[in-house]
């Protein structure tokens, strides 16, 4: 997976709960970003990043948070889980406008 | 604001058959096209894209995809296909802000029967 490392790749927690998921990537790409993935949805872009603490939103970044101090490290928070939040996390990187590179995901239930 | 439409929510081929994945996008620009592949549990891998130039486009694992702007379409073909392409089938339009975001479509399973 290109240098990806996704953490945890299994989570359960609770409604209410604060969740921190991790992406890691070891190719000094300059371009991070958080998708998630349900059915009927295809991917959509939560939030992304384009160098060290420069990050924005995507289409659904309500309930989400994120935070980039180093360039190997991107961080998505869920501040308070809700059901709604129940999904498949993908991070993706990307060194230019070529294409991006798809971590395995992180399966994320919120009960 | 783009969008991408993949019409068919699943399809299945049999297996040395040829195969044709739609997908239609709406963008007011030039659009950046990509198709990736998701295998069961992992994440997506790009079969091919699309920036500018021959609108025929030649990708990994013998697929290819034509961009036509004036169907606004960039379906995906495949002559023969093999049990192992048996997978998840995304389109997706690129936003050209300087690097990717992509705008993804809802992603077609695709079935390869005996």
């Known amino acids: 997976d290109a240098g990806i490392t996704q953490s945890p790749r299994h989570k359960v927690t609770e409604t209410g709960t604060p969740v921190t998921l991790r992406c890691h990537q070891t190719e000094n790409h300059r371009y991070m970003y958080w998708y998630r993935q349900d059915p009927g949805h295809g991917l959509r872009l939560i939030h992304y990043s384009y160098g060290v603490k420069d990050t924005d939103k995507g289409e659904v970044s309500d309930g989400y948070s994120v935070s980039r101090s180093k360039t190997e490290d991107f961080l998505l928070t869920l501040e308070s889980a809700t059901s709604s939040q129940t999904s498949v996390y993908f991070c993706?990187?990307?060194?230019?406008?070529?294409?991006?590179?798809f971590g395995s995901g992180t399966q994320l239930s919120v009960l | 604001a783009q969008s991408v439409t993949q019409p068919d929510i699943h399809i299945t081929v049999s297996e040395g058959a040829s195969l044709e994945l739609r997908c239609n996008y709406s963008y007011g620009a030039t659009p950046y096209l990509f198709w990736y592949v998701q295998s069961p549990g992992q994440g997506l891998q790009l079969l091919l894209k699309?920036?500018?130039?021959?609108?025929l486009v030649q990708g990994i694992k013998g697929f290819e995809a034509e961009f036509k702007r004036s169907q606004s379409s960039f379906n995906l073909r495949k002559p023969s296909v093999h049990w192992s392409d048996a997978a998840e089938y995304f389109c997706?339009?690129?936003?050209?802000?300087?690097?990717?975001?992509?705008?993804f479509g809802t992603g077609t399973r695709l079935l390869v029967s005996p």
């Open positions: 997706a339009v690129g936003v050209n802000t300087g690097f990717q975001k992509l705008v």
């Open positions: 993706a990187i990307s060194p230019t406008n070529e294409k991006l590179f």
């Open positions: 699309y920036f500018s130039g021959d609108t």
